[in-house]
């Protein structure tokens, strides 16, 4: 089975710019959570997406937002990047109450 | 309050065995996962818990402990490719697929 992807790999922003991220899970999860992973604060947690429903969101502003396709495909957008939205952003794929597997992350960088 | 606890470095001989511990006080429980990273790399899944005892995966061994909020990640007969980051997660008890990290142990394996 094919495993997480992301895309793009690598994004170059600037201040006040939006961003949307895109990830599409192993084939028959439904299942997608996006997590940020800076130096500083380490891995957190963003939003979980089940069956196009947002089902738990973390302590991010609302700049943070997802969405989740029929395909259980997942988008995740940054409004108004600051410089400290600089991070890996990471999704995760899981089947129903199971274990999360993560995709190779997209590297943001904001300028 | 959410808190995960791992030492942040170990250094390992080649061919010996290591222990990394993590110490946990969640607000809910249901699982407890082992991840390893690689420097520029997603985390992969290791082990997963939820009832106390140890777990064993080839040379990787977890256990958990509910009652102290205590796990342990065994490695043995160490690698050079061992060398990486090893990330200790909780499940949250409703947060269906949400993950709360601790800050990763950097392990650093020496000929």
């Known amino acids: 089975k094919a495993g997480v992807t992301q895309t793009p790999r690598y994004l170059i922003k600037t201040r006040g710019q939006q961003v949307t991220l895109s990830c599409s899970p192993i084939?028959?999860?439904?299942?997608v959570s996006w997590y940020q992973q800076t130096p500083g604060q380490g891995l957190q947690f963003l939003f979980e997406?089940?069956?196009?429903?947002?089902?738990n969101k973390g302590n991010f502003p609302g700049r943070f937002s997802g969405r989740q396709f029929s395909n259980s495909r997942s988008e995740m957008n940054v409004s108004t990047l600051e410089l400290g939205d600089s991070a890996l952003y990471l999704c995760?794929?899981?089947?129903?109450?199971?274990?999360?597997?993560f995709g190779p992350g997209t590297r943001l960088l904001v300028l | 309050g959410q808190n995960i606890d791992q030492p942040t470095e170990m250094t390992a001989t080649e061919g010996a065995i290591v222990q990394i511990n993590c110490t946990y006080q969640?607000?809910?429980?249901?699982?407890l996962f082992w991840y390893q990273q690689h420097a520029g790399e997603a985390p992969t899944f290791l082990s997963y818990?939820?009832?106390?005892g140890l777990e064993e995966k080839g040379r990787f061994s977890s256990f958990l402990s509910r009652s102290k909020g205590y796990s342990y990640l065994l490695l043995k007969e160490l690698q050079m490719k061992d060398s990486a980051s090893y990330l200790c997660?909780?499940?949250?008890?409703?947060?269906?697929?949400?993950?709360?990290f601790g800050a990763g142990t950097r392990l650093a394996v020496h000929p």
């Open positions: 818990n939820v009832l106390d």
């Open positions: 997660a909780v499940r949250d008890a409703g947060g269906y697929n949400k993950l709360i």
């Open positions: 969640t607000s809910g429980f249901n699982g």
């Open positions: 995760a794929s899981s089947s129903r109450g199971g274990t999360q597997y």
């Open positions: 997406y089940f069956s196009e429903t947002q089902r």
């Open positions: 084939s028959g999860h439904r299942s």
